[in-house]
């Protein structure tokens, strides 16, 4: 199992690496950065966005025009714990992290994070994708207080962002950089290569919902005219 295991976790990293390279100029790659165990003792695989040319600082920097190269003010940090499905066959994504950091007077040890859109697979008291915002609001200050409860800071609030099979994705949020101009400096034909590459993973939820409801998916087929054959 630890070596199906090893095996798709870096032909994942290596498809996000080869992603990145396709749309950004960056030196940052997903690269393996330790071994865990479930509670049940399931292997699992970390991988975490590293600038390879900054002595293994994390995130890859968003060098705009406007920026001086050696200290940009925005990073892009990305993170994954990945491990096998129940059957042992193909890779699922336990945990995700994308976000956005901040080093507005350039020369902090740590930027501050923006904002993070998160997945954990396993979490209940709210949903198991969810986005964080680090930013202030009068208003949700009051809804809490005049309603008698704490109040709670933005960014401790999971806003919900879908579940488990369709959720945002590291190009969703490449994406949204580029349509809120946040950053502009793509290598040529991006938008087309993070929405391909957007398209292949709607694909292989499908596939990974298909086989979790294979009943209502073949009730759907049928529905469009196949024959569907049940196994034995």
């Not at 630890?2 to 690269?31: R, W």
């Not at 040319?53 to 920026?67: I, T």
């Not at 990073?75 to 042992?88: A, K, W």
């Amino acid at each position: 199992m630890d070596k199906i295991l090893q095996q798709l976790t870096d032909k994942f990293a290596d498809q996000l690496n080869c992603l990145l390279s396709q749309v950004l100029n960056s030196d940052a790659k997903y690269e393996e950065e330790s071994r865990r165990e479930t509670k049940e003792g399931r292997p699992q695989r970390a991988l975490k966005l590293m600038n390879l040319k900054s002595n293994g600082k994390e995130g890859l920097p968003l060098v705009r025009a406007c920026d001086d190269s050696v200290n940009p003010a925005l990073f892009l940090r990305s993170s994954y714990t990945v491990e096998l499905d129940r059957e042992d066959t193909y890779l699922q994504v336990a945990t995700s992290t994308v976000g956005l950091w901040i080093d507005s007077i350039r020369n902090q040890k740590n930027p501050r994070p923006l904002i993070r859109v998160e997945y954990d697979r396993e979490k209940r008291m709210y949903s198991s994708s969810h986005v964080h915002l680090h930013a202030h609001s009068s208003d949700l200050g009051w809804i809490y207080g005049s309603s008698g409860q704490k109040i709670r800071r933005l960014h401790d609030i999971h806003f919900p962002a879908g579940g488990r099979r369709f959720r945002p994705t590291i190009e969703d949020f490449l994406l949204f950089l580029d349509q809120e101009k946040i950053f502009t400096d793509w290598k040529e034909g991006y938008k087309d290569i993070l929405m391909g590459s957007r398209s292949e993973w709607e694909r292989l939820q499908a596939r990974a919902t298909t086989r979790r409801f294979p009943k209502e998916a073949a009730e759907t087929l049928e529905g469009l005219g196949y024959r569907v054959i049940p196994p034995d």
